[in-house]
């Protein structure tokens, strides 16, 4: 799909169809006599989620302008325009209109040009049966003089849309190695940035073995993928992202029930989320300093496979009894996570799909954030806000250190079902002594059953967007 900017009115562009916003209460459209007939009827008036499709509109140089209803214009809020923008690009392509022009709605063309390309992304690149049918956009305009917005939106809504294909492609296509091979080509194109690919001979060098554990399993490698973006200062302390790769989840020894596995390929999604905020962290040319660390592995079962009561050693020293394998994302960020710290970062943020007990707590509409700091946890929760990708707050106590006591070792891997996404956090808080660490647990939000607005059924990407608005926040 082509993306082109114009400072044209809206109604000069040449194109299959147009989209144009209409409210309950205010419209001033150049082409407004046209449609007031139509409108007195009734039938539209301008509600949030209507749409009229017009044809054929007097002043108009395009062949169908489809109005959408903002509601009342002192309601209209970003996430509006992102669902009105999914909604109305969503509406044409069905139509099988292949070039849209739209404008900024309510002004806004970041939230317009996100909600667009969100709302059109379709995971089919594995399909091989009538692809006639699936009717494709080949073109989109972007009408508006503000193209360091639209572009902004693009970019921010392009690295969600990689997060949710990584996320979604099945074990056997995005393997480690396919992963970490991926993120560098992704990135290759921008400046500042440096991406390399460590093995499992570096990790065994570094002593990570709670991440090496959790790979002993599977015949395919795993990888430690490193992602530098430089666009601060030289010497200004980064922020760090880190995010659970585990490219297919068994549950290794403690073997997960059949139904449902199949999602365990999004079981990385915290890798996905990570590799697409830094592509649109590179790609809007922000003036800060960015790591991203992806550790990316298999959890199998076989007979070489780490067993149930096994100790391991992290490589800050600590022992781990791996009392239940399927736990396996801590063990992998627990490395990481010391791993981080050697930037010496100003913050260092994990998200992870880490907990079934996070799903339970939160469901599907927040992501459940632990951090020891109050200013972080505000900053995120802003950027939560601004790109409604929403967090909420769980609590980080030191309570809950005394589930993961054991004899064997100097932690349990998992300390029981009470408070089981709690114990997580305080798990992998025993690996970062940073007071600006947070960890986001994205276990309900990374993939959805059903279709809303602009998130297709399947993997979310969840939260690119709020994770590149943090780093625009810290951005010089």
């Given at each position: 799909m082509e993306f082109k900017t114009s400072s044209d009115t809206i109604s000069s562009i040449s194109t299959d169809g147009i989209i144009v916003a209409y409210y309950e209460d205010s419209n001033s459209l150049s082409f407004d006599d046209a449609i007031k007939e139509i409108i007195s009827l009734g039938d539209f008036t301008g509600k949030f989620k209507q749409k009229l499709m017009l044809y054929n509109v007097s002043g108009v140089t395009s062949k169908r302008v489809l109005?959408?209803?903002?509601?009342?214009?002192?309601?209209?809020?970003?996430?509006?325009?992102?669902?009105?923008?999914?909604?109305?690009?969503?509406?044409?392509?069905?139509?099988?209109?292949?070039?849209?022009?739209i404008e900024a709605l309510n002004g806004d063309a970041m939230s317009t040009a996100e909600g667009v390309i969100?709302?059109?992304?379709?995971?089919?690149?594995?399909?091989?049966?009538?692809?006639?049918?699936?009717?494709?956009?080949?073109?989109?305009?972007?009408?508006?003089?503000?193209?360091k917005a639209w572009n902004k939106g693009i970019n921010v809504a392009t690295g969600e849309n990689h997060a949710r294909r990584l996320a979604e492609l099945p074990s056997n296509y995005a393997?480690?190695?396919?992963?970490?091979?991926?993120?560098?080509?992704?990135?290759?194109?921008?400046?500042n940035t440096k991406v390399e690919i460590h093995d499992e001979k570096w990790a065994r060098k570094r002593k990570m073995g709670s991440f090496l554990s959790v790979t002993e399993g599977t015949d395919r490698p795993a990888k430690f993928l490193e992602m530098r973006y430089n666009g601060g200062e030289e010497g200004d302390k980064p922020l760090v992202l880190v995010g659970k790769g585990i490219t297919f989840d068994t549950g290794g020894i403690?073997?997960?029930?059949?139904?449902?596995?199949?999602?365990?390929?999004?079981?990385?999604?915290?890798?996905?989320?990570?590799?697409?905020?830094?592509?649109?962290?590179?790609a809007n040319k922000l003036k800060v300093n960015v790591i991203g660390l992806t550790p990316l592995a298999e959890n199998m079962p076989s007979s070489k496979a780490t067993n149930p009561s096994d100790v391991v050693t992290a490589s800050n020293g600590k022992t781990i009894q791996v009392d239940n394998t399927d736990a396996e994302g801590r063990l992998i960020l627990a490395d990481a996570l010391v791993y981080a710290e050697e930037f010496k970062p100003h913050t260092v943020i994990d998200l992870a799909t880490l907990t079934g007990a996070m799903m339970v707590a939160l469901g599907n509409v927040y992501i459940g954030a632990f951090s020891r700091s109050d200013d972080l946890w505000k900053e995120i929760d802003n950027a939560g806000i601004n790109t409604n990708q929403k967090f909420w707050r769980m609590p980080l106590d030191k309570s809950y250190r005394k589930q993961l006591k054991?004899?064997?070792?100097?932690?349990?891997?998992?300390?029981?079902?009470?408070?089981?996404?709690?114990?997580?956090?305080?798990?992998?808080g025993e690996f970062i002594e940073l007071e600006r660490w947070a960890h986001l647990d994205i276990a309900g939000v990374a993939w959805t059953t059903s279709v809303e607005d602009y998130q297709p059924k399947g993997m979310t990407g969840k939260p690119v967007r709020a994770l590149a608005n943090l780093a625009e926040n810290y951005s010089k």
């Open positions: 109005l959408v209803g903002l509601g009342k214009k002192e309601e209209v809020d970003h996430e509006k325009i992102r669902v009105m923008a999914s909604l109305g690009s969503r509406a044409l392509r069905d139509l099988g209109v292949k070039n849209i022009a969100l709302g059109l992304y379709r995971f089919d690149e594995l399909k091989t049966m009538d692809l006639d049918k699936l009717k494709t956009v080949d073109q989109i305009t972007f009408v508006g003089n503000d193209e393997t480690p190695t396919y992963v970490a091979e991926h993120a560098a080509e992704l990135l290759k194109e921008f400046d403690s073997l997960k029930p059949s139904a449902g596995m199949g999602n365990m390929r999004g079981d990385m999604g915290g890798a996905a989320a990570v590799i697409g905020a830094m592509y649109a962290i590179a054991t004899p064997l070792a100097d932690l349990n891997n998992v300390g029981g079902r009470a408070g089981g996404s709690c114990t997580a956090a305080i798990f992998l």
